[in-house]
């Protein structure tokens, strides 16, 4: 089954943003292009960041195929529109998301690959990366507002709601809560390894 990632990229600065955050961008696709899992197309979904095409141009033959770069108008932070345009054109069987300043671990998707068989969809554990100065922390996710999040799914792309309207700071539960609607055939998978690197005021590596 093929896996589609999908990634909003706005670099531009705004409150609570990461630091550094063309480096963690970088890192962030590299993550993806080093997975041991093959079947997959990483769709980067830009709204009106010339940072992140120029970027994407610079470095995209080391990526390869596999990276794609949409762009879009300019949308209000948050804005559910952004991952719903990377959805729409994907064209792998499951869905799962990335952020810029976060990053895969090695198997990542081929973890969420062999749980997704026989489920509409999945949720799983996070890392909390908190550099060389201490090992990744595991962040515990249930199915709670302000404990999952959009880094902590993966879903099947058949019929599954749409990001539209999902707009706002928090609006990855409003996603959430529409697949908990949509779909009782789900279940928490363990061993998958989503590393998350930037919590406003809490976290910046």
Wanted: aromatic fraction near 10%; glycine fraction near 6%; proline fraction near 3%.
């Amino acid at each position: 089954m093929k896996i589609s990632v999908i990634m909003p990229s706005y670099l531009g600065e705004y409150e609570g943003a990461a630091s550094d955050r063309e480096t963690k961008f970088l890192r962030a696709v590299r993550s993806f292009v080093n997975q041991t899992y093959q079947d997959k197309e990483l769709i980067i979904v830009s709204d009106g960041c010339e940072i992140t095409r120029e970027l994407l141009t610079n470095n995209m033959s080391e990526w390869g195929s596999c990276v794609d770069l949409v762009c879009i108008d300019k949308q209000p932070l948050f804005s559910g529109n952004v991952r719903a345009t990377g959805v729409e054109i994907a064209s792998g069987e499951i869905i799962c998301y990335l952020d810029t300043d976060d990053f895969l671990g090695l198997n990542h998707l081929q973890v969420i690959a062999n749980n997704m068989r026989v489920h509409d969809w999945v949720y799983f554990d996070e890392y909390l990366n908190q550099g060389t100065v201490k090992p990744p922390a595991v962040k515990s996710v249930e199915l709670l507002k302000d404990s999952a999040g959009t880094s902590s799914i993966a879903h099947l792309k058949e019929n599954a709601p749409s990001w539209h309207g999902c707009d706002g700071y928090g609006h990855d539960w409003i996603f959430i809560d529409r697949l908990m609607n949509w779909s009782k055939n789900y279940k928490k998978m363990y061993g998958a390894s989503y590393q998350i690197c930037h919590i406003p005021r809490l976290l910046d590596f």
